[in-house]
């Protein structure tokens, strides 16, 4: 797969904040585009496989189960393993090296994935706002 805006792990991790990450890896899609189309049963079948399972165990131990690798943005809930660059059908038919290549790949939660794929950060975990004295008390200040 030959692109000009070739994703790698070692670049992301130059990035010291979730949202500098973020905006690395944002890819722009619209909600509904279908990506495997009617062949989607074939990566659901490969993420089943025992090779898939032990990278994807591999990725979630390098990155600490933090979301996209920074450190105290634990994931709490499904792990799912995000390809920088998109993989296709193709790809995982012939088990091409981008499918199992560690630059390729970072952990995310589901919104965070979501967020990537749409380019939306409106659908990323919100910190907690900042709290300040009487705040939930309006008249009270």
Known sequence: MVTTNFKTYSEL???STFEERFRYLKCNGIVGD??????RW???????SQRWRRFRDEIIIRDEGCDLGVPDY???G??????????TY??????RPCVFDPENAICTGM????AIHYGDENLLIQPPAERSRNDTCPWRK
């Open 78 to 87: 499904p792990v799912i393993i995000h390809h920088l660059n998109p993989i």
């Open 90 to 95: 193709e790809d995982i038919l012939e088990l």
């Open 111 to 114: 919104k965070t994935h979501n």
């Open 13 to 15: 991790i130059t990035f």
């Open 42 to 48: 074939i990566n659901q079948e490969f993420y089943q």
């Open 74 to 76: 634990r994931i709490y």
């Open 34 to 39: 279908e990506t495997f189309g009617f062949k």
